[in-house]
């Protein structure tokens, strides 16, 4: 069994502290100086690092925190010298006594990964990174809409109890462009109201779950009928989107909004 606690950092990061009797982990430390408060607090000494991929507010903070034999993992395919545990999609790794699994997730970055596990009485677990957001998903930094349309749907294939831990505080913003093109979804309607009440007592909104994005992250809804039919008003063709044509005029649409 282990606990998973936000980090605040910055103006909207999370950094996730994974804790068991045993062992203290860290996803995407940033910045060293949060990470090191809430390890003095808790008395706790660092055992290792888990890192999705390579930009300056996922790693900032490693180099400061690093000591000789701390473990580092992260994507194979990055371009960061203090990974020395270099993984790829299917790969195994033990953190706090449970099994994570690799996937790769292409399209904010070419190298992101995200890291999976199924604990033995506790719900699944996804640390997602900057891939899929509650109610929304990565800018395309490096990759293609046709990656990351590919890198959501496997995660959208994980079971609907999956407690999804994302490295943003973005869920406001993504529900309003989320209503703004499926307005009829009551769902979203919900959602805002429970994510408002939340924000409004410094509540984070995260972790979500797959169940809640299924039903009201626009990027995971490329079949939603009211969907296509904004999206279709917007494209030139006069044929019908296939899903990766919708979800590349949804990022398109929402880098703008």
């Known amino acids: 069994m282990f606990q998973i606690s936000p980090i605040p950092a910055f103006h909207d990061n999370y950094f996730w502290l994974i804790e068991s009797d045993t062992e203290t982990w860290v996803v995407d430390p940033g910045d060293a100086t949060p990470v090191i408060k809430a390890l003095q607090d808790r008395g706790k000494k660092l055992s290792g690092i888990l890192i999705t991929h390579h930009h300056s507010d996922h790693i900032g903070g490693v180099k400061e925190l690093h000591y000789p034999g701390l473990q580092v993992i992260g994507p194979k395919k990055d371009r960061f010298e203090l990974v020395n ?35 033995s009485g506790q719900a699944p677990v996804l640390f997602s990174g900057d891939t899929l957001f509650a109610a929304g998903c990565g800018r395309l930094f490096e990759g293609t809409p046709k990656q990351m349309f590919h890198s959501l749907n496997r995660l959208l294939a994980l079971p ?52 809640i ?45």
């Open 160 to 211: 609907d109890n999956t407690q999804v831990y994302c490295a943003h505080e973005y869920t406001e913003a993504n529900l309003r462009f989320a209503l703004s093109v499926e307005p009829g979804n009551q769902d979203i309607v919900q959602r805002v109201r429970e994510v408002s009440g939340l924000r409004a007592q410094g509540i984070p909104s995260v972790p979500t779950n797959i169940k």
């Open 85 to 119: 545990d270099a993984v790829s999609d299917g790969d195994i790794r033990q953190v706090c006594g449970a099994q994570f699994k690799v996937i790769e997730v292409p399209g904010h970055t070419l190298n992101h990964i995200a890291f999976f596990s199924t604990p």
């Open 213 to 257: 994005e299924k039903a009201t992250n626009p990027f995971l809804r490329t079949t939603s009928a009211e969907i296509t039919s904004n999206i279709k008003a917007k494209l030139e063709s006069t044929g019908t989107p296939d899903q990766t044509e919708i979800f590349a005029q949804l990022r398109k649409m929402k880098d703008i909004f």
